[in-house]
């Protein structure tokens, strides 16, 4: 048996699109939605039956649609008039009208708008003819053939001719032809679609040519009885079938036992390709041969892509749609197969949706097939295929210590699993990040870039490892050598805390951490860096000094503008009068606070009139006061005030406070000296004390940085 296939055989541009549509748009809608197709989308039972089993309605009426459902308009179109009750009761169209017969649809429109009569060669009654119909307000007429068309009164100034796009080619023609005589100025227009001239006029020649002649599609389909009946025309021994089970019976026809028949296989633009596979796998049986001037793929090809769809063979399918559990793969068989929906969360590179849209071809692996009563379970696997596949990329990356890029698809008790293609990698909780990592719940979903450390394909199941801390180390050592190229001190950074003791803060300027020691983070005192910078923080510093060799980097964050001291000779010059408040006080004195961090001292000698025993006598904590400045340095950071040169503030019993043995006039200069030397004095005991604790903590530094 040589069996030759037609070139343009099975779903034209219009039905493939619409197909498409309805099976995404079943996927994407939220299951408390209807979806309903008005009228069939196309005039085939398997295609009908398989949507309606997805979960797809069928109306033939606006009545019959809930309100706010999404309805699918089939390729063939509607009139004006369904899609207005569509939108009365809300419902979201999609409008999946062949682009050809759209473009019927407009001209009949903008013909009859202008008061023309209307002539549609078509079949009285099919969805597309009625559809055209409801354009023109009035006086349309459908003709079947050019002898109806001979009985019709035409005004020929007024009238225009258009055609159903899958009317027969032939007999338009001769309407044509006779409406040369009968319509004025050509007003008549070639609407059949070129596809389905070109499939016609193929299948006659097919036929004229072949012993048999099958035609694939069903016997409500206008186009495909169009076909059968041209082919019947040219060859006598012309079957029409609607799937493989179909064929099996004509094949008992007498005329098959003829092992050297040539028979022409064509088929409706309703029919799906899978069904014209499966008819002509089972005609084949190994007998099939390829005619390269009928089709322009190689047949043989043809036979050996069709999917065997036996446990563990591996084939190729479409994605169709998708829901919780599963995602749906045309693997060219009656029933689709099925993925877990999980397996797809493996890749992190593949967009299912943008999958489903296009319909994209993966390969696929079967599990199981299984005969019910529903028809084939098929079960698939996405992963099985991609293991493979990504297997020998993991490999590749462990023997070159090249970078991968994962998706952590699970957190277990000591790290988490990630997921390359199917492949599982296992990432320890302190190979996570530079430091230890305790909540591990934040990796879940990411996707992060690993160095393979681990590859052992001998074990019984393939235990393979990964190090994102190591990757890291080995970019932040690039970055290191970076660094200590180009340091210097005074070189400007911008670095991130990484960690904080008593001492310090560590700041990491770009692969190197150095020391930002606590008296370098604020001109105020501060018992603990966080009182200024917290981990993760983004802070300027500068190189204040650094030893290649021991690998140590001193860094300062304070800047001179910003001490509270800059230029406080000229903001207080001596003799000035202040304003100030109370912040401390001791036996010797009281410290007043002139702006935020500027601290004076007022002796206990110059707050009063009379001799004090202590400030506490008269001032509290908070009591705003007035003096006037007897010394400032820059240089030490000191400045002495006089409350009594302004306003001296006595006690109520002053009189008792006096030493009867005291000459309080006498006196006045000696207590003046007596309070320069007292604040000497305490200036000397405070830069002692600083002065050890600073040697403490840089000593303490050095031990934590050597460590």
Known sequence: MIIKLAKNAGFCFGVDQAVKTAYSVLSKTQPDTKVYMFGEITHNDFVVNELLESGMYLANSVDEIESGSVVIIRAHGVTPQVKQGLEAINCKIIDCTCPFVKKIHKIVKDESQKGRKIIIAGKKGHPEVEGIRGEASDHVTVVGNNEEFNLLEIEPENTILVSQTTFSSSEYKKIRQNANNKIANEQFFDTICSTTENRQREASDLAASSDCMIVIGSERSSNTMKLFDICRSRCANTFLVADAQDINKVLENPIFSNSDIVVGVTAGASTPDCIIREVIQTMSEDQATANQEQTDINFGDYIDNIPQLRKNATVRGAITSADNEFVYVDVHDKSEGRIPRHEFANDPDFDLDEAIDAHTEIEVFVRSVRNSDMGKEILLSKAHVDFGKYKAQVEEAFENATPVTVKVTNVVKDGVIAN?????????????????????????????????????????????????????????KEKADEVWAAIEVGAEYQGVVRSLTDFGAFVDIGGVDGLVHVSELSWQRIRHPSEVVTVGDKISVYVKDFDSEKKRISLGYKRAENDPYHNVEERFPVGSIVHGKVVRMFQFGAFVELEPGVD????????????????????????????????????????????????????HNSEEMVSDDVDNSDQEPVLVDSS??????????????????????????EEVTEN
């Open 420 to 476: 390359l293609g199917g492949v599982d990698i296992y990432i320890h909780r302190t190979q996570l990040d530079l430091t230890t990592v305790n909540d591990l719940d934040q990796y879940k979903g990411k996707t992060i870039e690993i160095l393979v450390t681990q590859f052992d394909p001998d074990k019984r199941r393939l235990r393979v490892s990964g190090s994102r801390r190591a990757l890291l180390n080995s970019q932040r």
């Open 600 to 651: 004076a001292l007022c002796h206990v000698s110059q707050i009063s009139d009379v001799r004090l025993n202590k400030p506490e006598d008269v001032l509290a904590e908070g009591m705003e006061v007035v003096a006037r400045v007897l010394d400032v340095s820059n240089e030490t950071r000191r400045i002495s005030i006089s409350i009594k040169d302004v306003e001296a503030i006595n006690p």
């Open 676 to 701: 320069s030397e007292l604040i000497k004095d305490t200036d000397k005991d405070t830069d002692a004390v600083e002065e050890t604790v600073a040697e403490d903590i840089a000593s303490e530094a």
